[in-house]
Every structure is written in C-alpha cells, then in structure tokens.
C-alpha cells in the first residue's frame, strides 16, 4: 500500500500542462478584455515562450509595469492552432505569452532578464516536466534593438553555463490567443495537481529571485 500511495503521490507532482486540461476556469475570466484595447501610444507588447503558459502568465503579471498578459501561440507555421493541435507538435507552435507593458515603468530588457531567470535556461525542448516542442523556450522580438538585447544577454549568459543556452531567437510573426480557459488559469485552478506542484514552486522561485521587480500584492 505505501508502494502504491508513493507512486500516486508521483504521478500527481509530474502531471504536465498538458494533461491537465479538462481542468475549467471557475472565477475570473479576460472574456471582456481584449489585446487591442490597450494603447499602443502608452503600452508595448512583448512575447515569450517558456513552458507551459499557464506558468509564464503568472510571472509576468507578477510584475510592476505589467498592464496584462495573455496565453497563446506562437513561433509555428499553421493557422489558427488550438491547445490540442499545437500539443501534438505538428503545428510548430509553442505556448507563449503575449506581455502588455508600460515603457516608462518596466523595459523590454528587465523583461528579458525575467524571461531568462525564471526557467531552466539550459533544458531543450521543454521547461521541468513538460516536454515537447510546444514547451520550448522561444524569445521573439520584433526590431533589432530587441535583437541586439535577447543577443547581449544569451552572449553573457553563454559564460555562465557549460551547457549551451536552449531558447531560440525568433523574429516575432503572429500571436494566436489562447482558449479562454487558459487565461488567468492559475488563479482560477488554484487547486489543480499541476498549478500546486510546478507553477507554484516555480512562481516562488521567482518571487525570490526578483522582489524587486514585484507589485506589491505579489511581494514574499
């Protein structure tokens, strides 16, 4: 019996974004706010891939000069991708985010050093316990000023780590929202396996990492 509850108890703690997803949104929900409400002439957008979205939006959204932050897609070849046919890694999409920031606050850099110190900068195809190639690591920028940063930062990083950095660097194309149930899923799937084991831990890791960064509801 002990066997067999350890065993449970395992199964439980790896349960990856991808299998959790019958799991429903039961609060809060974005169904009223859209990407396009925010002024381009006050916010900036950004976008990044780590791992499962679910995880990536918490971060970010943790974050002084945030103003939002969608899951979605990115970074493939197919239209309109939904979570089952981007999960199947035909479609060449990973889970990213769409990061909507204020310029004045918090810069496209400091959100680059977050992208950077919030994962396992050295796992290929993949983030903890999901694996596949809709969890890697993507940065997308969309001018070479961005370029030239992401660039910067891997050079540094590069001296740091005997294993090569994972994230690709991709010239950002189109982001394709997320099904309405993944948006704010922590928040509203607080008890899910997944969201216990792996979001939080990794969401605490952050927050100790940067408390500087933090809006004050999100401070240790």
């Known amino acids: ?30 169904s009223d706010i859209t990407s396009e409400q925010f002024d381009d002439e006050v916010y900036d957008r950004a976008y990044f891939a780590s791992g499962c979205f679910w995880c990536v939006e918490t971060i970010y959204e943790s974050l002084k000069g945030v103003e939002e ?3 979605g897609y990115s970074g493939g070849h197919t239209k309109n991708p939904t979570y089952q046919s981007s999960n199947t890694g035909t479609t060449g999409h990973a889970e990213a985010v769409e990061v909507i920031y204020n310029p004045d606050v918090i810069s496209f850099e400091t959100l680059v050093d977050v992208f950077f110190g919030s994962q396992n900068v050295t796992q290929q195809n993949g983030q903890g316990p999901d694996i596949g190639s809709q969890y890697r690591s993507i940065i997308f920028y969309q001018n070479e000023e961005e370029k030239e940063i992401i660039e910067t930062k891997i050079e540094s990083l590069s001296k740091e780590y005997e294993k090569p950095i994972a994230a690709e660097v ?47 509801k999100y401070k240790p």
């Open 69 to 71: 932050v969608f899951s």
């Open 1 to 30: 019996m002990k066997s067999f509850l350890s065993l449970l108890m395992l199964s439980l703690f790896f349960v990856s974004c991808g299998k959790a997803q019958n799991s429903k949104t039961t609060n809060e929900s974005k």
């Open 170 to 216: 991709m010239d950002f194309d189109k982001f394709w929202m997320a099904e309405e149930y993944h948006q704010d899923y922590k928040v509203n799937n607080p008890n899910n396996p997944y969201i216990r084991n792996v979001s939080v831990p990794r969401f605490n890791r952050f927050k100790e990492k940067f408390p500087e960064l933090l809006k004050p």
